[in-house]
């Protein structure tokens, strides 16, 4: 004899109608979401990146001190004596994914002699930063520290990432771009051509 299963009338509807369209409509909801997300994303980060910064006269870098993922010690002092671009990044921001690789062949091939390059991971955990910068080593060719608890960043004003900072041979910030687009920034690119 043949068992059968019996599902009444409204648990078939819940069973199978209900969680299809159910499941669609949470898909559709979260690329819609997502969607908006990113052009959110998209558009801060092409207003703070395209745009160029007011003129503002340089103010001195916050005294920081921080260990590289290497144990090197760096400092404010210890970067004075020639331009710094500092790179404030995350592992999970796509942004910082997208601008540090292109970072790291102009430290490689175009970086003008005398600009430090040094970067800070921070608003995550140290195992995440050291996972991120260990599997991507093409990348990771300048110094790269750690932020315990975001100090650093704080110090700075930074609340985006990636947030690049640029200071001068004597340790003033001479300009800050928030989000991607920095080789776009007309500020960078007129900072970058008075090292030449």
Known sequence: MRTRLYIPMRQKRTAFSGSLLGSHR????????????????VSLSLLFGALPGTAAPSVPAPDF???????????????????????????WCRYCQMELPILGKFYQGNKPDQLQVFTIGFSDTRAHVEEYVTSNPDTFV??????????VAQAFGVNATP??????????????????????????????????
């Open 26 to 41: 949470g898909r559709w909801l979260t690329a819609i979401r997502g969607g908006i997300t990113g052009f959110v994303m």
């Open 65 to 91: 001190q921080l260990k590289t993922l290497d144990g090197d010690m760096y400092s404010k002092t210890s970067l004075q004596g020639r331009p710094t671009l500092l790179v404030f990044w995350a592992p």
């Open 142 to 151: 300048f110094p790269t520290a750690y932020d315990q608890d975001n100090e």
């Open 163 to 196: 947030t690049f900072v640029v200071m001068d041979a004597q340790g003033e910030m001479i300009f800050a771009h928030r989000g991607a687009g920095i080789n776009q920034n007309p500020q960078y690119q007129e900072f970058l051509r008075s090292l030449k």
